[in-house]
């Protein structure tokens, strides 16, 4: 069985650019969620989606968006980067989404605003 | 609200001695707590989690964790460090409901494994 796939893997933008990450979940899952880790700030959650629709969502401001699709493939959006945006973004999935659920992470794609 | 508090920033041992990597965390109701661990160029992985059925809790690769209500306490340890052991270790908690895995993390532990 697959596991959780970001694409791509690295990405290199500019300040003012937009860019969208992608996710695929593991098979059979409908929860997706997404996180940034960055060394200042650590891990911090962005949002969750589950059968297309946003059930949580941190606090990013609303350059940040996402969304998720009826195959539960899921994409986030960063509109106007700015230089702080540079962060390691993880997307996790899982069957249902519920509290105590294990989640599987994808390796992650590294985003570098110059 | 919950949070977690990851005591060490950096923890080393030597192959083969004991490893202690502490969490403490706050949390108005019985929490979900979770260790999780990224090796370098890896994403995240499950090592074990408690959701009040015991209070030790036997993960993966040996690693096990105590959950301490009296101290708000969620310690891992592991008889015997490997060389492979050495990645950064996340204590995670999550909200009580609704949480939907909003998973709350500490700022991690890396752990060094030396020969």
């Known amino acids: 069985k697959a596991g959780v796939t970001q694409t791509p893997r690295y990405l290199i933008k500019t300040r003012g650019q937009q860019v969208t990450l992608s996710c695929s979940p593991i098979?059979?899952?409908?929860?997706v969620s997404w996180y940034q880790q960055t060394p200042g700030q650590g891990l911090q959650f962005l949002f969750e989606?589950?059968?297309?629709?946003?059930?949580n969502k941190g606090n990013f401001p609303g350059r940040f968006s996402g969304r998720q699709f009826s195959n539960s493939r899921s994409e986030m959006n960063v509109s106007t980067l700015e230089l702080g945006d540079s962060a390691l973004y993880l997307c996790?999935?899982?069957?249902?989404?519920?509290?105590?659920?294990?989640?599987?992470f994808g390796s992650g794609t590294q985003l570098s605003v110059l | 609200a919950q949070s977690v508090t990851q005591l060490d920033s950096h923890v080393s041992v030597s192959e083969g001695t004991p490893v202690l990597l502490r969490c403490n965390y706050s949390?108005?109701?019985?929490?979900?707590l979770f260790w999780y661990v990224q090796h370098p160029n890896k994403g995240l992985q499950l090592l074990l989690k408690?959701?009040?059925?015991?209070?030790l809790v036997k993960g993966i690769n040996g690693f096990e964790a105590e959950f301490k209500k009296s101290e708000t306490s969620f310690h891992l340890t592991k008889p015997s460090a490997h060389m492979s052991d050495a990645a950064e270790y996340f204590c995670?908690?999550?909200?009580?409901?609704?949480?939907?895995?909003?998973?709350?993390f500490g700022a991690g532990t890396r752990l060094a494994v030396h020969p």
């Open positions: 996790a999935s899982s069957p249902a989404g519920a509290t105590n659920e294990k989640l599987f």
């Open positions: 098979s059979g899952h409908r929860s």
């Open positions: 989606y589950f059968s297309e629709t946003q059930r």
């Open positions: 949390s108005s109701y019985s929490p979900s």
């Open positions: 408690y959701t009040s059925a015991a209070t």
């Open positions: 995670v908690v999550t909200p009580f409901s609704g949480g939907y895995n909003k998973l709350i």
